[in-house]
């Protein structure tokens, strides 16, 4: 079954090093993709109705300590007409231009290292160590479904990240880097570090240097952003 693209999401639970080399022998990415849009997309629709936008803009702009700019009632308004179906469209949309993107950047970095780790091979892997995001998903549906109100920017909002130890004033960038530390991302790190290794033929020091710097310079980048608004 591991070789199947269908079992292969599975077994890249139970046995990620046999699935692994698996992809490496036959790349496949197809459904793992698929799985990961459709989950994401359903998890969204679930949140969106119930995401209090003006809430969340407040609190944004607290944790910046910026003032209203002009212009953003408009778009709460905006959010609040068609924040579902923005949100749906931007979850099934974002994983087919981000995630070949990033399998591209690890396809280059792995080359550059002597690797002759092909592409097609990198969005298998990539895709599969994403996996532990498809629970996440799954998981989060039942528990919004009996949420009321969702504010994005709260200090509970990803309670299985760093930021639940955030309070009310704890600014954008610290927020930002806080929940950028969370249980799944770091089971995603883990299997993509084994992934790798196997995929590019390299040892698991070098495949996880490469991750876990590519994750913390995206993390540099998302709270420079953030400095930046």
Known sequence: M??????RVVTVFSSPTKTFRSIAERPTWLVAMLVLVVLAAISAGVAAPKIDWQGTVDTKLHRASREMPPGAELIINFLE???????VFSHVLAPWIIYPMLAFVFHRVFMAMGSDLSFRTSLGVFVHGFMPWAVAYLLSI??????????????GFGTLSLGAFADGDTSLELWILLNSIDLFSLWSIVLLVIGYSIAANTDKLSAALVVVGLWAAWIVFMVAMAALE
């Open 81 to 87: 007409e068609h924040g579902t179906g923005v949100m």
């Open 142 to 155: 039942p528990i919004l479904m009996t949420t009321e109100s969702l504010n994005l920017y709260d200090p």
């Open 2 to 7: 591991k070789d199947l693209g269908l079992g």
